[in-house]
């Protein structure tokens, strides 16, 4: 024991008796002691179980390397680990390591768990050195494995969601991109569609439900396919909104908002007639063929909240090499609060369209959208857009 | 998730009414906490509640839902809500969402509510 001057520590005699080995003997999470050798000195009965010896003093006994080859240990993404990886050989290096998250994989029994191993250095009292360093192990097979099995259903959710294929339209281009936020909020809200409506005519439809997780996913659902039953039904565009403004209101209390963008596109001479309805949702972006970018379509009501909903019709024209933008707001607010990209950063991107195919200006528009987030989304993204080819219909 | 300003909310009773001044953001992280204070008892007790806005730098579709419920809640208590504007990015956000008409705004917390 070292003691410096003014503050000398007094020493429990509970705990020189062994009592503070006998607690760590008992805690549930396994502890092993190494030391710069790699030679085990201590480890408790729980550290004795998930590696696979009988007793703490048969694990002690086993040669440094032999412990190891017994498992397969890989970092989350798969990699696999050797021992210069772990965080205990790390701290004798010099360095400061984080918490690890492992995959282990027992080799005779093919068992697979997943382990959180931390090391804290003990510094020899004499050099100053890191004399020993202390492993403990937590097992979260349980929460990874319930984690894993979400994401899974979470993913298979999200197809159900969009569209597999997006219809052929004569003359013009479509095309779509979709970013999920987080992994926490594996499921967005966010929706798109395109589907016919009538002679010579396509309904792009584009949306947003409030909220994360499974009930935003069955929200969506119900939003994408009323409005699909209702376009099949002959309604107009304003007649679709309110239809699923009326379905979302009849859903349980919780306030479920949804935001809807519908643009129809009816093929006329040379040009498309498209007529813009919104509800709640940010205006699309029509952009000529010289990089000109304006909003089109007027505010109206979101969907599910407030009676009764107001949303207006507005006519507008996509002339031979024009583009039509549809998004959701993670686009214009992605980044840190105070300095979002923001409707104008938008159609500033939407400048450099004239230079790129419809493909690459989504791609373009999600890429700044999510280095500005810095990869960190706080809401999905989802782009579609419709160009008309650069010469005129006949 | 990108951790802005976060939201703090100050609670006080002014003659006719109850004053709920925001700062700060309300977002995904800040709209739970303003939603519990709506559902406060001493909110419920009030026949006018102010959420002031002024102060609220940013404001996403998670703070807007909150907003929107207050507004709910309100109406079937019959008691009235009423807001200040806010910033450009606040008035810009109700203004998409096409619920401006719905709500009613008042020049600032202390107005009195047409």
Redesign the interface.
């Known amino acids: 024991v070292i003691t410096r001057p003014g503050s000398e520590v007094a020493r429990d005699p509970l705990i020189e008796a062994g009592v503070l080995e006998a607690v760590l003997a008992n805690v549930a999470e396994a502890i092993t002691v190494v030391d710069s050798h790699g030679h085990m000195v201590f480890a408790n009965q729980a550290a004795a179980d998930l590696l696979g010896f009988a007793t703490p003093d048969e694990l002690t006994r086993a040669r440094p390397g032999t412990i190891m080859a017994r498992f397969i240990v890989e970092d989350e993404q798969g990699r696999e680990l050797d021992l210069e990886g772990m965080p205990a050989r790390r701290l004798f290096r010099g360095e400061r390591p984080e918490p690890l998250l492992v995959r282990n994989i027992v080799r005779a029994t093919g068992e697979e768990r997943w382990l959180i191993v931390r090391s804290s250095p003990i510094p020899d009292p004499e050099t100053g050195r890191i004399g020993y360093a202390v492993n403990v192990f937590e097992n979260i097979t349980e929460v990874k494995r319930a984690q894993l099995g979400e994401r899974f259903i979470a993913h298979t959710l999200q197809r159900a969601l969009l569209p597999e294929s997006l219809p052929e339209v004569p003359h013009a281009e479509i095309e779509a991109r979709y970013c999920a936020a ?1 992994e ?1 909020n594996e499921v967005g809200g966010d929706f798109y569609d395109v589907f016919e409506h009538g002679d010579d005519s396509w309904m792009l439809v584009i949306g ?1 439900v ?2 994360k997780g499974s009930r935003a996913a069955g929200v969506t659902a119900l939003a994408r396919h009323t409005l699909r039953a209702a376009s099949m039904g002959g309604q107009s565009s304003t007649e679709m909104l309110e239809t699923l403004h009326r379905a979302l209101r009849r859903q349980p209390p919780g ?1 479920d ?1 949804c ?1 809807a963008c519908l643009v129809l596109a009816k093929r006329a001479s040379g040009r498309m007639r498209l007529t813009v309805t ?6 699309p972006v029509l952009i000529d063929p010289r990089g000109e970018a304006r909003q089109v379509g007027r ?4 969907l599910g ?2 009676d009764p ?3 207006a019709e507005c006519e507008d024209e996509l002339r031979a090499g024009e583009t039509l933008l549809l998004y959701t ?1 993670g686009i214009p ?1 992605a ?4 300095e ?1 990209l923001g ?1 104008r950063g938008l159609i500033e991107l939407c400048r450099k369209a004239p230079g790129l195919t419809l493909a690459q200006l989504l791609e373009h528009i999600e890429r700044v959208a999510l280095e500005h ?2 990869g ?1 989304l ?2 999905d993204l989802a782009l579609l857009g419709l160009r008309m080819s650069p010469s005129p219909l006949r | ?2 951790v ?2 976060q939201l703090t909310i100050e609670v006080r009773q002014e003659r006719d009414r109850i004053v709920l001044t925001l700062h700060g ?1 309300l ?2 992280l800040g709209a739970p906490r303003l939603q519990s204070e709506i559902e406060s008892n001493t909110v419920d007790a009030a026949e006018i509640v102010v959420l002031d806005l002024d102060d609220v ?2 404001i ?3 703070g ?2 909150v907003v ?2 207050a ?2 809640r309100t109406v079937e208590r019959g008691q009235k809500l009423a807001l200040t504007p806010g910033s450009p990015q606040v008035q ?1 956000l109700f ?5 401006s ?2 709500l009613h705004t008042i020049a600032s917390a202390n107005a009195a509510l047409v």
């Open positions: 987080g926490l947003d409030c909220g306030a908002l935001t919104l509800a709640g949702h940010p205006p505010p109206g009501t979101l909240v407030l909903i107001d949303v707001d607010e980044g840190h609060s105070d979002v409707e987030a810095e960190s706080r809401d | 998730v990108i802005g300003e953001e977002d995904l730098q940013f996403d579709s998670a807007l839902r929107l419920a507004h709910v810009r203004s998409i969402a096409g619920v008409g719905h």
